[in-house]
Structures are given as C-alpha cells and as structure tokens.
C-alpha cells in the first residue's frame, strides 16, 4: 500500500503505508529515519525518532513535532515528517509522556508544564548530538494538544524558535466536545481523588477528526494509539492548560502558520481566528480550510492532504 492510498485493508496492516519494512520503506523514500530512547531529567523514559534527508546537501531547516492528545509518532503521525523530510527538513519527535511507547499510564498527562519541559531537554539534545544542524533556523511543529504545547513552549522560551506550525491547536477546548455543566465541575472535584480514572464522557475522536472511512479503519489499526475514555486527571490539566493559552494569546511574538478545517469539532478555528488577531507576532498566516475536519494531514481526502502539506512547505521554504 503505498503512502494515503485509501482503499480499504483486508487484514491488520504493519505501518500506515501497508507491509514494507520501514527501513525499506524510508530507503524508496529518500530518508533515513532512527528510533531511539531519550530520558528526561525526571527519569521518564520516551521514544523518539528522527527522518532527515539522505541527500549530502544540508537540511533547509529543523523541525522539532509534537503530537496530540492519544496519538503516538510512529503510525499516520509519521506521515507528516516524512514528506517534510523528502523535501529537505531534518525532523525530531519523541512520544509524550502516557503515550506510544514512552513511559507513563496510558494517555495520563498530570503536568504538561513537565511535559513541555521533557520536550526542551529533548530538542537540546538533538542539537547537541547534531552540531552541523547548529546554524540552522528551527521550527516547532504541533498537531491540536501538540499545537497547544508549541505555544507553551514558545512563551517559555520566546527567542528559541524562528517560527511555529500549529495544525488545528487546541488554544480551547471546543464546546462541541466537551462535556456540558455540571459535569466538568464534577469530574474537577473527583479528579482529586480518583486522577487517573478513565470515565469522561466524549464523542468518539476518530469519527470526529477523519472524513475518509478508509483512513478511519487504518487509524484504528494503530497499536499504540489510546481509544479509551479520558482520564480524570488528564482532562482537568488541558482544562487549566488551554485556559492559560486562551489568556496569552495576546502574547504570542513568534512567525506562525495556524492550520484549520472550518468543520473542525474538536478544537475551535474560531480560537484560531482569535489567535490570528491578537497575536503580537508581524508574520503571522491563517488558513482556515472549508469544509475540512480535524485530521488534515491524515484524515482528509488525499488532494486536501497535498493543499495543506503544500501551505506548510511553501511557509517553511519562504523563512529558510
């Protein structure tokens, strides 16, 4: 099966793209790609991989990625920086804490502020272990929660990144998700007892992010990925946290591309729009997609696929 094909699978397939090994795979690809273990400061192991070019030319740039909420790095995620690493990026990601294959309960998430903390130490490494990518510019790159971290991280450190991707962030948590009154005051009060209990009610996220059913079926088969209730304590922290980023929005002073579907019900292109006006930032774009859902680099139809990754190379390759 090559990359996006979207037709049907009879049986359980080894990777997103079908049954190549991936080393194979990346070979046909023009990438070399690693997978590897990082511990953070506070002893979490995660895994993490890379996709850089094969050619002998410099990478354009670096991108450092971060996934959302349930997902991992290592299905349709991959995606993303194999076709950015095709077209000359060296790109880095690592499995947040609680998912894929990095330690942690499954898609429990405490303390993001610790979180984006692992993600620091983890990009410094990368640029330790690879001092020819030193002079090159550095981009963050983050799908919804991602998306979200990406900003946490810039306003931690605001001069560290030329520039950030936000794919669909997650500034808020939409309304059309979240759970109604009085449930979220409920569940607060016994999160503090019971945090890691998997039973807040939510739509079911795959039909809510993948237009392609065929897509939704090969983003089921994803071993890794979390396809059970939220935990407690996990839902009350992207509560605090996307309240915080919906407050600083105001204070975003980086170049940005925000990357939206208008029929998004997981996170809100309204917040999206509402970033896009108040940000300090002189080089900022918005693109709101019509008719587009969540998922827009997986998800989506494969020509709406190539409308976004061309958006995000044509705004990379401009500040490179």
Not at 36 to 51: D, I, M, N, Q, V
Not at 143 to 155: K, N, R, Y
């Amino acid at each position: 099966m090559e990359e996006n094909q979207t037709k049907s699978p009879q049986q359980p397939l080894l990777h997103y793209w079908g049954n190549t090994p991936e080393q194979e795979y990346y070979n046909l690809q023009g990438i070399k790609s690693t997978k590897s273990f990082f511990t953070s400061p506070r002893g979490l192991k995660l895994f993490t991989r890379s996709w850089v070019p094969s050619t002998p030319t410099p990478p354009h740039g670096v991108i450092f990625m971060i996934h959302g909420y349930g997902n991992d790095i290592s299905w349709t995620f991959q995606a993303t920086p194999i076709h950015l690493a095709k077209n000359g990026f060296a790109c880095f990601a690592l499995d947040l804490e609680g998912h894929g294959q990095s330690q942690g309960l499954k898609a429990y998430v405490p303390n993001l502020d610790l979180v984006i903390d692992d993600c620091l130490c983890f990009f410094n490494f990368v640029m330790t272990q690879n001092l020819e990518f030193q002079d090159l510019p550095k981009f963050l790159f983050g799908e919804s929660m991602g998306g979200a971290i990406c900003l946490l991280i810039h306003l931690k450190r605001p001069k560290e990144f030329k520039g950030g991707i936000l794919i669909a962030p997650m500034c808020k948590i939409s309304d059309k998700v979240k759970p109604k009154w009085p449930i979220p005051q409920f569940l607060t009060i016994v999160a503090r007892f019971a945090p890691t209990l998997a039973i807040v009610p939510t739509a079911d996220l795959m039909e809510k992010s993948v237009k392609v059913e065929e897509k939704r079926v090969i983003g089921g088969m994803n071993p890794n990925r979390y396809f059970g209730k939220p935990r407690l304590g996990t839902v009350v922290e992207l509560l605090r946290v996307t309240d915080y980023v919906s407050s600083k929005l105001c204070d975003v002073d980086f170049p940005f591309l925000v990357l939206h579907g208008s029929a998004d019900v997981v996170t809100d292109p309204e917040v999206s729009r509402e970033l896009y006006k108040l940000a300090k930032s002189s080089d900022k774009t918005l693109k709101i997609y019509d008719g587009m859902m969540h998922s827009l680099l997986f998800g989506e139809t494969d020509e709406n696929v190539e409308i976004v990754r061309a958006d995000i190379l044509a705004w990379l390759n401009d500040r490179c």
